[in-house]
């Protein structure tokens, strides 16, 4: 994962936190301040006391850019690192940037007999770190992506940075997921005047809050409520917005948000695609299965006779994931998105199946959620187009996709039993535990079996599916966890996968 980046005043926290941090993700910790120290041989006050600041600066510098091209790592920078502009590119560039905020009354009693801090020398404490703090608040909102409230206790203000983190989905675009959402809600475009917002029924709060922000930067804004669930994903409903945003005016260099589940992100990435031949697109995901699946990779689609027939690849710049929004979604939804964030766990991540062996739906989003968007990051990354790898993220789609069609239940569901039924071949041919899946995902309360279909329609449904190749039907089947490989199955092993899940 990409380093994050703690920036704040001095005594907010930003060391103590940070090696907390470090702890809990098993992430390398580094402070700058210290680093520096040890370089040097002496301690900070000295160096500036010898050196000067200018020269401690460069230092500092010197290990902003060293430290950027560094994985897994939570990094303390000192308190004026915001000062060059040339820092806060090289952090914002390869990284998250958390700001640590506490007020100045608790920032002078943490420094209380800290001998060590050059600025604070020559007046009363207090009154030189509100002075401080007044000038570069500005800078640390400008240089952050998020501002948490660090005032509270080590332990509470480090669970709290725990899964903000910035996730590149190739060159294109940015996935920020933390606490709360980011300052900067949409990339920074000094040619955009409007934003159409387009949301559903159960995500008007948070589309709400999201619109509000949006025009208090003063983008001129219009809302639209799309039609609830799969209904938003059709010509119908894609043609009234078309409408409204002719109304509207949206041009060129404008933006369309969508806020709200996979239907939304799929409708208003569609709509961002075809709008003037493609306009900007940002997503705002408020269902799990849409944040860690249909709002990463940029695929978008409608629904005709059969679902997503029409669409377009189509990156949104950003996605913003708030993981205080994901964790209020109600339970059923929560199980659904946890079929595909198991199931990015099974194909490629063992920490992510681990996390959720041990603690069932209770996992932290904070640890599951950039684990599974990072797997999807990855293999779109790879493979922009879905001529290859991508494919992987098929597993337990092929026979989930048949038996959803064919017995009517939420897609999550049926890519659990997919799982079970891709399980199953892949046990018979190389020897991969599939009780162990099949275990887990009873644990994560989704379903194993299949509803009473017929069997023949869930074939047929597989043969017309459109991963069909040639040479047969192809599958996703996995050696063991984390090494899917596509291929073709035979009728045989389809019969024995289907018979496993209840339609033998
Ligand atoms: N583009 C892709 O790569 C991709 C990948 C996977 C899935 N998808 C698509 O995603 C769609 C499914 O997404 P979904 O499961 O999010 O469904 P959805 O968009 O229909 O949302 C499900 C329900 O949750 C409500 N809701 C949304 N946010 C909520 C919140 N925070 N709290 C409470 N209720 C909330 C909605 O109003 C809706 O009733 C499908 O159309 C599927 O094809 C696309
Ligand atoms: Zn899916």
Redesign the pocket.
Known sequence: MEPIWLIGMMGSGKSTVGAEVAARLRWTFVDIDAEIAARVGCSIGELWGSAGEEAFRDMESAQVARLADTVDTVISAGGGVVLRGENVRAMRESGVVVWLDAPPGTLADRLEGDSDRPLLRQSDPQIRLSEIAAEREHRYRSSSHFRLDAAATVGEVAANVVGHVRIKVGDASEVLVGRGFAHDLLPVRPDRRKAALLT????LT?AGNVGDRLAETGIEMLNIELP???A??TLEAVGEVYKRLAEFNLGRYDTIVGV???????AA?FVAATWLRGVESVAV??????AV?????????L?LSG??LV?AFWHPSRVNVSLD??E???RN?MI??TA?AVKAGFIADQAIVAAYEESGLGAPLAEIVPKAIAVKAKVVSDDFREQGDRAILNFGHTIGHGIETAAGI???HAVAIGMVAAATISAARYGFDAPRLTALLTKLELPIKSPAVDRNTVLDLVARDKKRSSDGIRMVLLEDFGRPRLESVKPAELSAGLAAVGLG
């Not at 589940?261 to 799929?266: A, E, K, R």
């Open positions: 559903q029924a159960g995500a948070v609830d669930r799969e938003a994903k709200g589940g996979g239907t939304v992100t799929d990435g995901p408020t269902t799990l299965l849409g699946d249909a709002a990463i990779g940029g695929k978008t689609g629904n679902k997503n669409g929004v994901l209020t979604c109600p939804l659904e998105g595909e939420p897609h999550g």
